[in-house]
């Protein structure tokens, strides 16, 4: 299994960036697909989830309405639309296979909003 985030950066707040994970090594299309955040000594935080076929988005309450996930399953990528971005989205944020709760197992894409 092999998960490559991109897309991240430094933006201040309100604007927006589109976080890209390129899949490969499994079958793409089986799975789940959830990102995830961990900002500087904080926790792993859920922040979406897309059912296999794409036709279920799931956010926690807080980030539904300015976050949306979206996957490609013909190119094994999922992405994440982040809009109106602030200072607390600043993190690293993960791509994850299967269930929500699935610790990251690759690098990461760092999200910095500061003004």
């Known amino acids: 299994v092999q998960l490559v985030e991109s897309g991240g950066g430094s933006v201040q707040p309100g604007e927006s960036l589109r976080l890209s994970c390129a899949a490969s090594?499994?079958?793409?299309?089986?799975?789940?697909m959830n990102w995830v955040r961990q900002a500087p000594g904080e926790g792993l935080e859920w922040v979406a989830t897309?059912?296999?076929?794409?036709?279920?988005?799931y956010y926690p309450e807080s980030l539904e309405g300015r976050f949306t996930i979206s996957r490609d399953n013909a190119r094994s990528t999922v992405t994440l639309q982040m809009n109106d971005l602030k200072s607390e989205d600043t993190a690293r944020y993960y791509c994850t296979d299967g269930p929500a709760e699935t610790r990251p197992r690759s690098r990461g894409t760092q999200v910095t909003v500061s003004s």
């Open positions: 090594g499994f079958t793409f299309s089986a799975y789940s």
């Open positions: 897309i059912s296999r076929a794409g036709e279920n988005t």
